[in-house]
C-alpha cells in the first residue's frame, strides 16, 4: 500500500513539476529576463535589430530623469549607473515613448500639487514593461514603447 501511495505522490510531483516547467517556457518565450537596462544601452546596431525581431516584451527597472509629454503621449528617459573601479562612473540610459495622454498625469513635466493616483515623480525607480522599437533617438539612445509601470518604492 504504501508503495502505491508513494507512486502516486512521484506522479503528481512529476505531473506539477513538468506543468510548471511548460508553464515557464511559455512565459519566456513572451518575456525576455535576460536583458536589463544597461545591456540595452550597451548593444550595437546589430543586437537591437535581432531584438526588434526577437518582439518579446522586456522588463526592466531603472530611474526617471526626465519627462516629456506631446500630444501622442509621454517621453520618459530611464538611467542606470555602473561603477567602475573606485573613481569612475558610467551612466546608462533609454528613452521609452508611452503612448497616449492617459501618462501625462503619471508623468507630469513639474510636480502637481495634488498629484493624481499613480504619479510618477522624477529621479523613482521604475519597473516598466516595454517592447523594443527598430529607431533609435538622435544621440544613439535606444527606444522603447512602454506599456505597463509600476513604482518601486
Known sequence: MKRVYFVALLAVISTVA?????ELSDLEALVDFDTDLISLARMNPAERAAMVEDDRFLLLEGVTSSYLNGED????????AEWQGTEEVFLYRLRT???GVAWA??????PPREPAEGYVPLNSRILIVARFLPETAPDGTPVLE????????
Open 18 to 22: 513538468l506543468v510548471t516547467a511548460a
Open 97 to 99: 515613448i508611452f503612448n
Open 105 to 110: 498625469e503619471r508623468f507630469p513635466e513639474r
Open 73 to 80: 503621449g509621454t517621453v520618459v528617459e530611464l538611467v542606470e
Open 146 to 153: 512602454g506599456l505597463r509601470i509600476l513604482a518601486v518604492r
